[in-house]
Every structure is written in C-alpha cells, then in structure tokens.
C-alpha cells in the first residue's frame, strides 16, 4: 500500500533535507516557508542552520545609538522620526553638542558608536565629516558605525562626489563601517508606495557594493510589516544575498519590524510575535551566505529576542542607550538595556553570551 504525502508536508520535508544538505534555498522556498503555519518546523531548521555556523555562541556589543540631526528632506510613510527644518523638535547638533551628549551617557565599556540621522540639506556634506572627525578625536578608540547607505547616496548628491569618494572622505574622518538602515524593501514598487524618496533599490546595493570594494564591512537590514507581499520580502533576501556572493563584505542581516505611528496603536497595527519570528527564521534559512541574524529588542522586545535565539538569531544587538528611531514612532520597548540583562536573557535561552567588538571579534565569554 501507497503512503500519499500532502503537498505541503512533502514540499517542507524537501526543503528540510535541503537545509541538512547544506543545499540554497529558492525564492520559491522563502515564500512557501512564509505562507506555511508550521512556525516550529521553520523554528527548528533555522536553529539547525544557526548552530552549524555559530554553535550556542549568541554575541552582543556595548554601544551608543547618536543621532546629529532629525531634519530631513525625504517624507517616507513610516517615519515619524523626521522633522523640517524649524517645526518644533527639529535639531541639528554641533560636534561639540554631541560630545557633550555622549560625556553625560559614555562609560569605559563602550565599544561603538551607531550613528544616523535625518538628510538635511540645510548643512553641507562637511558637517557630517566633521560630525565623524569631532567623535573620532574625543573618543579614537570607539568604532564609528555610521551613516546609512541612503545617506551616503544623499551626500553624494550634495557634494557632487561619487561614492566611492564621499566613502574614502568619511573613511578618512574615522567612518569603520555603515550601518544597515535605508534598504526598506528592496523592491521599487513598494518603494513608490511607501514614499521612499531616497535611495532606490540599486543605489542602495551599489552604496554597500562600493563600501565592500573600499575594505569596509557593513551592515544591512529588511523593514518589513506594512504593505509589502511575501514575495517582495523574499525578493530582498534574494538581492542581498546575490551581493554577499559577489563582496563577502555584509557581517549580519537585521529583520526591523515596522512600528506603528503611536504608541498607543493596538495589537492591530503591530506585528504579530508569530510573524516576528518566522522572519527571523526565513532570513536565516534563506541567508545561507550570512554568518549571522540580528534579533533587534527594540522592535520585537525582550522576550520575543530571547525566543528567537532557538529560531536562527545569533546576535542581541547591544544596550544602545536611549534609541529614538522605533521610539518616535510606536515601539514599547525599552530604549536600552544593561549588559547584565543581555547577559541573563542570552543564558536564559540555553545559549552561550559572547561580547563582542562591532567585526565580531570576541571580548569575553560568559559562559
């Protein structure tokens, strides 16, 4: 007698022996995982895939999110951090503002600098090289992250410099690395939708493709929850993936969830934890070539980060102190976190806490 398999179970059944075999998923893979309710099988071949490349190590860094200026040209849908330029809560703050700032938070144990703003026209590309440099000279033994790629796009258009040289400029003032914000969905349709009036989808590859030819290694993340299709989500893997292939130079993926404008927005307007963690677990099974995937606490919270360290993540981010993006808008998390709470949430988990600089050399282990 014939044993007949459903479809979908033999459909997942195959994909699972892909992921033992170590074979590439398809973008018809990615998308039959997302539409699939089978969260615990995902779950568990993505903390498969995980554990191959990083075993229980779960890293986390010290670092400081600082923000120069929340002026900004572009109107996106979703950002509610933006202001123009002289609406009440605009600012733009001088180097030496932003030293006194980081003065007041900074402790010895800070290994990073993550650094992004608004594109503000009304300060020309020098004011952000001196925004590096003023950081750099106080503080010459914290890395610079900083700058998306759609801010690079942005100061190359108001310097009249290629990209190549507006990297080599910031690199020269201290920049370490990007951050991985800007990229959205990497799909011009949604972008169109959205009002995504910055870097499109091949600026935006072409930036980190410049950045990897240049020596840095960068960051690059998904923001996803609002109109974009499964596929689109997919398709945007698929593009950072076939980059990875080219550069080698992207050291971690990080799925954003979309907040909503309030904080008062119900359950509703959030992403639920289901779809949370299945982004999660898809980015680490389709992301083959990325040696790891950021659960960012921010966005889904502490508890849920600390769940998806059994569904594909490998890294915590870091205690941040005072984020403001996510929080301008509806996140209700907290804006940082000690690293003694990363540390008990990590080990709460079953796995092993790792420090970490901003290139994934390891500081200490807590184990």
């Not at 800070?110 to 106080?138: C, M, T, W």
């Not at 403001?324 to 990590?346: F, K, M, N, Q």
Request: glycine letters at 8%; aromatic letters at 10%.
């Amino acid at each position: 007698m014939n044993v007949v398999i459903p479809t979908e179970e033999k459909r997942m059944q195959d994909i699972r022996e892909k992921v033992r075999q170590g074979e590439r998923l398809t973008l018809e893979d990615g998308v039959f995982l997302y539409k699939s309710d089978d969260l615990l099988s995902i779950g568990q071949m993505a903390n498969e895939a995980n554990v191959r490349k990083n075993g229980k190590k779960v890293y986390f860094i010290e670092n400081m999110s600082l923000y120069f200026t929340n002026v900004c040209e572009a109107h996106c849908a979703f950002c509610n951090f933006r202001k123009d330029e002289g609406e009440e809560g605009a600012y733009t703050l001088t180097g030496e503002q932003m030293i006194a700032y980081v003065d007041q938070h900074f402790h010895p144990g800070v290994r990073e600098f993550h650094i992004v703003g608004g594109h503000n026209p009304h300060v020309p590309f020098q004011y952000y090289v001196d925004s590096l440099k003023a950081l750099r000279d106080r503080y010459p033994d914290v890395t610079l992250k900083a700058y998306t790629a759609a801010e690079i796009d942005f100061f190359s258009r108001i310097s009249g410099l290629s990209y190549k040289e507006v990297l080599q400029t910031l690199i020269g003032a201290g920049l370490g690395t990007l951050t991985g914000g800007g990229a959205e969905i990497l799909s011009d349709q949604y972008r169109k939708k959205m009002r995504v009036d910055k870097a499109d989808v091949s600026q935006y590859l072409e930036v980190h493709r410049t950045a990897h030819e240049l020596g840095l290694r960068t960051h690059t993340t998904m923001l996803y929850g609002s109109i974009e299709t499964y596929e689109q989500r997919v398709e945007h893997m698929v593009k950072i993936r076939e980059l990875q292939d080219e550069t080698n130079g992207f050291m971690v993926f990080i799925p954003l969830s979309m907040q909503p404008i309030s904080p008062r927005a119900g359950i509703r307007r959030r992403n639920s934890a289901y779809e949370d963690l299945k982004t999660i677990a898809v980015s680490r099974l389709m992301l083959d070539n990325f040696q790891h995937i950021k659960a960012y606490f921010i966005n889904i919270g502490v508890q849920l980060t600390q769940i998806s360290l059994t569904m594909g993540a490998s890294d915590v981010h870091g205690t941040i102190v005072k984020e403001r993006i996510s929080h301008s808008a509806g996140a209700l998390t907290p804006e940082g976190i000690t690293r003694e709470d990363l540390i008990w949430l990590v080990k709460g988990a079953g796995r092993v806490p790792v420090e970490r600089d901003t290139f994934y050399n390891e500081i200490q282990t807590y184990d």
